[in-house]
């Protein structure tokens, strides 16, 4: 059923929204996560093909193994998010990271990359639910604004990200996409982990 606003958003709203440090702290973290994911992941199949020498059948497969994890995960964000959010929201984008970077290593190995793709898929499902849970819970009286701006971080960094990556590639080949995906959600991850949500919130 539909729902009245809380609140009416306006400009001035969104702007004192983003006055609040920890909603900053958020969003700089949505930026990096989002940035790295689709800077990295929009080159999957190519390097799938071209890195481990899958047929486009077995990418296939690895490919829908990466949304049934993103289907976990999702659930898994949340359960995480309920009992210990800093961790819900930090660990996604460390095992994005980590994903990212055994393919790099020893992606050669199909085995190993299809694992990485999966735990990639699982992990990404997960992002959403704890960063928006953080969000809401560091902004409670506004968090049809905090929401907003977590929408419109995200469709920037998307932005940015798939055309960043898209410069990475072509210059530098797809194994740049996936580092700089790696070091953008590492570095989600750290900040997350030093000064990310608190028990309070």
Do not use: C
Not at 151 to 169: D, P
Not at 172 to 182: L, Q
Request: hydrophobic fraction near 60%.
């Amino acid at each position: 059923p539909s729902l009245p606003p809380t609140a009416v958003a306006s400009f001035r709203t969104l702007i004192e929204v983003l006055k609040r440090r920890t909603i900053r702290i958020a969003l700089l973290v949505v930026l990096l996560v989002a940035s790295g994911q689709f800077a990295g992941f929009t080159y999957v199949r190519p390097f799938l093909e071209t890195v481990p020498v899958m047929p486009i059948e077995t990418i296939s497969l690895v490919l829908l193994a990466y949304g049934i994890g993103g289907f976990f995960g999702n659930f898994a964000g949340a359960f995480l998010a309920e009992r210990n959010l800093k961790l819900a929201v930090g660990l996604a984008p460390l095992l994005i990271a980590l994903s990212a970077l055994a393919m790099l290593t020893i992606g050669a190995s199909p085995v190993i990359a299809a694992i990485a793709v999966a735990a990639w898929g699982f992990a990404f499902g997960a992002v959403p639910v704890g960063l928006q849970t953080w969000l809401v819970r560091a902004a409670p009286d506004q968090a049809e604004s905090a929401g907003g701006l977590m929408v419109a971080t995200f469709q920037v960094a998307i932005a940015l990200g798939a055309v960043f990556g898209g410069l990475l590639v072509d210059h530098a080949g797809v194994a740049s996409a996936f580092g700089y995906g790696a070091m953008a959600t590492l570095l989600a991850a750290l900040v997350t982990f030093a000064v990310g949500p608190k028990q309070a919130e």
